[in-house]
């Protein structure tokens, strides 16, 4: 209820836009964006408001405010740059502007003729009150205003011309009367990230299967001599599943059978041995040295390593035996192991977060993250955050993000949907998505257009693909070459963000273990494999080429302006992407049957391509370097998966003949 | 950012609805209502959750408890009845439920034939646990399963069957641990009101118009022999514009002439002169007693006396001297009268809500409802609520409502939609709409949806009303009659609570004073009329008619279940209303022309009334009193408007044939 205290404000803030759960959370942005906020704001009565946009680095004390323009039914519109990562907050302030309305109403009474004398001294009076607080310069400026105003000499028109001048408004505005003004209860945050938080190219590889030579187990040094290929397709993180020394304990052997045989590698999600655990390196893939040199190295293709962070234990993990009390223990004094009724993972002893003593494993997990930011990693892909609390993550990304922030998290929460935009609400800048299953148009473009074209855009950044070493789909499983050309296409240009487990993906690796799940057949999670990656029916230059495109326009480096069009065939989809001031504008088909041939009419939203009905435009096709004349909403087209199943048109707009630029200027 | 002593709390609550802006304003409900909250609650990893909605009386401290069902997507509902006036609170709680996830795994480990002994001892220890704070007798029942659960002798079966059985689960939810239970951070708001703020019947009158004779003043005592006739046409509430004294200074004339001539008696919101301000009765209305006799003799023709709350002055009103301080003075040392360039309104000031003197003027506004309240008036008509601070009307309302829970508010702010919603908000009970100029059937589908199948709807009463003193809309001009009869069953049908401006209404009175307004011709603002009631071409009879209908109905009783059915005529509007459990549903098609006949076929959504396809169904006509056989979705009609413009059928389900109710059934 209304405290009587509260009678001298008048003004209503409500609406505001961007807020996410009532400010509980930070919208994300990125360097360099333009934010945009909108709000209602509204009074009692008649009188005329103003208001301002304030925004601050969170660090900095001091707001810089910009002026809200007003839109229509009560909504107002401000925008501001920003030019730093980190955190930084936004508010909004608006006030009665007696002054402004006054001069609305004198305008009002000018024109209808009517005595306005003593609306001048009105005037005046408001323009001395706001001379007390003007600089020396100023004030004599207004109190020359002040006196013209009572002057019995100067006749009606002039002291309404100047009354109603523009030097008068702007040291009114300068000077405003604010003392009864409303601020919006709620700072809200924004994170600013660094522009690889909303486009980056990721290529998932075990490092182990990289040796020159089947037989071998690949090293930090084999990986290097692999970066010439990786940079050359246009990828520009690399991620490896965990790096940490392997259990022993009820190791799982290939095809993950419950007992490994000798020298069976095991997961490398089963962190932890006598050698070591989450801040060592499995001594096969050597030192702590070496992987710092892979990281510098990276940097010189224009990569970033990436690390899985994977807060879980193999029995034989140092933690067990330092830490008891980070564990489950059950009844028979064994530790609990992760396990999904009926499913039993003994390889895998979860952490116990409900434990008293969680103060400690917080922090060393924390310190896990710093030790390898410390050796130059930036970029942190986390495995299953769904099954640790969301306190624990709001906390750690919070606070990791305060001294680093350009550091990016990956959510890998392959789970219910609330849980997902939870994890990216509470800090994630990226998460991945459930593309890697939407497959047929109306789900690709009911799921898309959430993710891109809601609330959602404010907070998750998607993440999406076609394969992970977890997940060969039944459409890459049945579909062969074209159903992995035409899923790449789909990944690279709905996501600014995207990524392939390679190179099992570029080689169309698609014999899956059996008919229940989606595992692969000798999973590389379970042993060391040697992948031909000369083979000539790579999808290499296909995905080379697709990845050029993507870094030449910066249309696809943004989920945003996502839109997608009618096509008059279930297998054909249509979307298109633009930059804002539309000098980039893609627009892509892709025939989504990996077996036949399909044509049809696309029925374009020409307002969204920046074109007007009546112009004529060229799309050139960056896939086959081919340039067709359009004209009009409808056009034909035609894929056959068995060559390209895609085209990725760049939008060319003709300049417009003179009697149409006429019709759009009215 | 989270602190790290949130650490032991895993479970997320959002999504909460019904919660307005975040939980800033209450809800509203009338007494007996189910009040259904759901939510999203989840929290990390797979455990199992349990949750309670939780509901108290505002000042009482004890919270009662109704457990919440998971519905699906991480959804949950719970309900509960109110069943007292006054403001509540609810909020909920959840936590995650150890013995329920144990419980889970122990019936899948089962069912896949795995060993459980260890599982078993797991159980018996949840259960010691709990039996800790049980009741002693509890405690002994929990002992003996826990025994049970360790005994060697016991075999698996017999075990499994224990722990699963229903009588575990009962007490183990009774001592359930809950020490790291999330309870959802807000306590939302909910006002019950009487029926009365649901489903109302108004009927607006000038008393000084009411005397028996042409050329006299009407009193309150001639109000009383008109309550017969306003009964009869079946009106609950009875509203009478200002009833004090009138200025004299600057007193309109008729037609709104700026000089009234001598005998004109000003309009009744020019509010008080030296015979009394807003706590006094205009002299030649009668006296305070006379008026609360009226009250008291209306109540036994079940109708309620509501007044106007007009907060403005007349030049003349004793708070002019009493309070200089409470209006605004100009320069030339008058007071600012009200204005909206170029337009001017010399005999009303408004109040100075901007004084310093604020406080006592908020206390003395309070002060005259408090003694309107002590006359025994319960509902108030508040006139143009948007010209004074939002502020005011949060802090009047909740302070009069908190001592006079019974009293009824309607806002007649016909402004913008921003400002309209933000009164209902913080505590209107009723408002004024936009039904007033809304004709055409796309604009009153749009317009009842927004108001009806929206959040709107949580705080936003609407009433409906064809016509004001001030507004003589178009479409009651230009049709005459049947016109009028179109708008009120309109009016009566698709609003729970409605009102007309009589007789002029029920007279079909439809001359305007000028082209450009709105406004009548000789308005009974400025002048005193004599109506003839007894006019044989009166809709009196079909308001009757219409009326009871309301009154027989409970379907339309209420806004909630508003809905729309097709029709192929854009001239003819269908909705229905329902009781939640089918007992009562009505079927209303409105032809919108008041000129011609006009017929179509309906397309009946058969699910909103409660029917199923295939089954026939008989709907009768209230109206016209006649009764029709209809099968399926598609019916024929046809209206005539020099008739009756309007069907208003219940729908009777017939006994459906014994081969449908076994689809039913599936």
Same mark, same amino acid.
């Given at each position: 209820?209304?405290?009587?205290?509260?009678?001298?404000?008048?003004?209503?803030?409500?609406?505001?836009?961007?807020?996410?759960?009532?400010?509980?959370?930070?919208?994300?942005?990125?360097?360099?964006?333009?934010?945009?906020?909108?709000?209602?704001?509204?009074?009692?009565?008649?009188?005329?408001?103003?208001?301002?946009?304030?925004?601050?680095?969170?660090?900095?004390?001091?707001?810089?405010?910009?002026?809200?323009?007003?839109?229509?039914?009560?909504?107002?519109?401000?925008?501001?740059?920003?030019?730093?990562?980190?955190?930084?907050?936004?508010?909004?302030?608006?006030?009665?502007?007696?002054?402004?309305?006054?001069?609305?109403?004198?305008?009002?009474?000018?024109?209808?003729?009517?005595?306005?004398?003593?609306?001048?001294?009105?005037?005046?009076?408001?323009?001395?009150?706001?001379?007390?607080?003007?600089?020396?310069?100023?004030?004599?400026?207004?109190?020359?205003?002040?006196?013209?105003?009572?002057?019995?000499?100067?006749?009606?028109?002039?002291?309404?011309?100047?009354?109603?001048?523009?030097?008068?408004?702007?040291?009114?505005?300068?000077?405003?009367?604010?003392?009864?003004?409303?601020?919006?209860?709620?700072?809200?945050?924004?994170?600013?990230?660094?522009?690889?938080?909303?486009?980056?190219?990721?290529?998932?590889?075990?490092?182990?299967?990289?040796?020159?030579?089947?037989?071998?187990?690949?090293?930090?040094?084999?990986?290097?001599?692999?970066?010439?290929?990786?940079?050359?397709?246009?990828?520009?993180? $690399?991620?490896?599943?965990?790096?940490?020394?392997?259990?022993?304990?009820?190791?799982?052997?290939?095809?993950?059978?419950?007992?490994?045989?000798?020298?069976?590698?095991?997961?490398?999600?089963?962190?932890?041995?006598?050698?070591?655990?989450?801040?060592?390196?499995?001594?096969?893939?050597?030192?702590?040295?070496?992987?710092?040199?892979?990281?510098?190295?990276?940097?010189?293709?224009?990569?970033?390593?990436?690390?899985?962070?994977?807060?879980?234990?193999?029995?034989?993990?140092?933690?067990?035996?330092?830490?008891?009390?980070?564990?489950?223990?059950?009844?028979?004094?064994?530790?609990?192991?992760?396990?999904?009724?009926?499913?039993?993972?003994?390889?895998?002893?979860?952490?116990?977060?409900?434990?008293?003593?969680?103060?400690?494993?917080?922090?060393?997990?924390?310190?896990?993250?710093?030790?390898?930011?410390?050796?130059?990693?930036?970029?942190?892909?986390?495995?299953?955050?769904?099954?640790?609390?969301?306190?624990?993550?709001?906390?750690?990304?919070?606070?990791?993000?305060?001294?680093?922030?350009?550091?990016?998290? $990956?959510?890998?929460?392959?789970?219910?949907?609330?849980?997902?935009?939870?994890?990216?609400?509470?800090?994630?800048?990226?998460?991945?998505?459930?593309?890697?299953?939407?497959?047929?148009?109306?789900?690709?473009?009911?799921?898309?257009?959430?993710?891109?074209?809601?609330?959602?855009?404010?907070?998750?950044?998607?993440?999406?693909?076609?394969?992970?070493?977890?997940?060969?789909?039944?459409?890459?499983?049945?579909?062969?070459?074209?159903?992995?050309?035409?899923?790449?296409?789909?990944?690279?240009?709905?996501?600014?963000?995207?990524?392939?487990?390679?190179?099992?993906?570029?080689?169309?690796?698609?014999?899956?273990?059996?008919?229940?799940?989606?595992?692969?057949?000798?999973?590389?999670?379970?042993?060391?494999?040697?992948?031909?990656?000369?083979?000539?029916?790579?999808?290499?230059?296909?995905?080379?080429?697709?990845?050029?495109?993507?870094?030449?326009?910066?249309?696809?480096?943004?989920?945003?302006?996502?839109?997608?069009?009618?096509?008059?065939?279930?297998?054909?989809?249509?979307?298109?992407?633009?930059?804002?001031?539309?000098?980039?504008?893609?627009?892509?088909?892709?025939?989504?049957?990996?077996?036949?041939?399909?044509?049809?009419?696309?029925?374009?939203?020409?307002?969204?391509?920046?074109?007007?009905?009546?112009?004529?435009?060229?799309?050139?096709?960056?896939?086959?370097?081919?340039?067709?004349?359009?004209?009009?909403?409808?056009?034909?087209?035609?894929?056959?998966?068995?060559?390209?199943?895609?085209?990725?048109?760049?939008?060319?707009?003709?300049?417009?003949?003179?009697?149409?630029?006429?019709?759009?200027?009215?």
């Amino acid at each position: 209820m209304i405290e009587q205290e509260e009678g001298g404000t008048r003004i209503v803030i409500e609406g505001v836009k961007p807020e996410i759960d009532g400010g509980q959370f930070s919208i994300k942005r990125i360097i360099g964006d333009r934010v945009v906020v909108e709000a209602d704001i509204f009074a009692d009565g008649h009188d005329a408001l103003s208001a301002v946009l304030l925004y601050r680095r969170e660090s900095d004390p001091n707001w810089t405010e910009v002026p809200m323009e007003f839109l229509v039914n009560d909504r107002w519109r401000g925008s501001f740059v920003v030019a730093e990562i980190g955190r930084h907050r936004y508010t909004l302030t608006a006030w009665i502007d007696k002054f402004k309305t006054w001069r609305q109403n004198l305008a009002k009474k000018a024109e209808a003729k009517q005595d306005v004398s003593i609306d001048f001294l009105e005037g005046a009076h408001l323009i001395k009150e706001a001379s007390q607080h003007a600089t020396k310069r100023d004030k004599q400026t207004m109190q020359g205003w002040v006196e013209s105003l009572h002057s019995n000499k100067k006749r009606k028109s002039t002291k309404t011309k100047l009354a109603l001048s523009d030097k008068v408004a702007a040291l009114m505005v300068k000077y405003s009367d604010r003392r009864f003004a409303t601020t919006y209860a709620k700072e809200l945050a924004i994170v600013i990230d660094r522009e690889k938080a909303r486009f980056s190219t990721w290529y998932e590889m075990f490092p182990r299967s990289c040796a020159s030579e089947p037989g071998y187990h690949g090293t930090f040094k084999d990986c290097e001599a692999r970066l010439p290929y990786i940079s050359e397709m246009g990828f520009d993180v $690399l991620y490896f599943p965990p790096i940490h020394p392997i259990g022993y304990a009820s190791r799982k052997g290939k095809n993950n059978v419950s007992k490994a045989k000798s020298g069976d590698p095991g997961t490398p999600w089963a962190i932890g041995s006598d050698e070591g655990g989450h801040k060592a390196v499995h001594p096969q893939l050597g030192t702590l040295e070496d992987f710092r040199r892979l990281i510098t190295k990276a940097q010189e293709y224009g990569i970033e390593v990436a690390i899985d962070l994977a807060f879980q234990c193999s029995p034989d993990h140092p933690y067990v035996k330092e830490h008891p009390d980070w564990f489950r223990w059950r009844p028979d004094g064994t530790v609990q192991y992760a396990e999904n009724p009926p499913k039993k993972y003994q390889d895998i002893y979860p952490l116990e977060f409900e434990t008293d003593s969680w103060r400690n494993l917080w922090e060393e997990l924390r310190s896990v993250v710093v030790f390898w930011i410390e050796q130059g990693v930036r970029i942190f892909r986390v495995d299953n955050p769904h099954t640790k609390p969301f306190a624990f993550w709001e906390w750690l990304i919070g606070d990791i993000k305060q001294d680093y922030p350009d550091v990016i998290f $990956l959510s890998e929460a392959f789970t219910r949907p609330k849980v997902m935009y939870r994890l990216a609400k509470l800090g994630f800048s990226q998460s991945y998505t459930y593309f890697t299953w939407r497959n047929v148009k109306w789900e690709l473009m009911q799921y898309l257009t959430e993710l891109t074209q809601t609330d959602v855009q404010e907070f998750f950044r998607p993440n999406l693909w076609p394969n992970t070493p977890d997940i060969l789909s039944d459409y890459l499983r049945d579909g062969g070459r074209p159903a992995f050309m035409i899923r790449l296409v789909l990944a690279a240009t709905l996501g600014a963000n995207y990524g392939i487990y390679g190179p099992a993906f570029e080689l169309c690796e698609n014999r899956r273990k059996d008919t229940v799940s989606e595992e692969y057949l000798d999973s590389e999670k379970y042993e060391i494999k040697h992948w031909d990656i000369e083979n000539p029916n790579s999808c290499r230059s296909f995905i080379t080429r697709v990845n050029h495109i993507r870094r030449e326009n910066p249309a696809l480096k943004s989920d945003l302006s996502l839109c997608f069009h009618s096509v008059d065939n279930e297998q054909l989809i249509c979307y298109s992407k633009r930059t804002e001031d539309l000098s980039n504008v893609i627009l892509v088909v892709v025939n989504l049957d990996y077996q036949y041939k399909q044509s049809g009419w696309v029925d374009l939203s020409l307002e969204e391509l920046g074109l007007v009905p009546g112009q004529s435009y060229k799309v050139r096709d960056l896939l086959a370097d081919a340039t067709y004349q359009w004209q009009g909403r409808q056009s034909y087209v035609e894929l056959d998966p068995q060559k390209i199943p895609a085209h990725i048109f760049r939008v060319h707009r003709d300049k417009l003949p003179r009697s149409n630029r006429a019709s759009i200027i009215m």
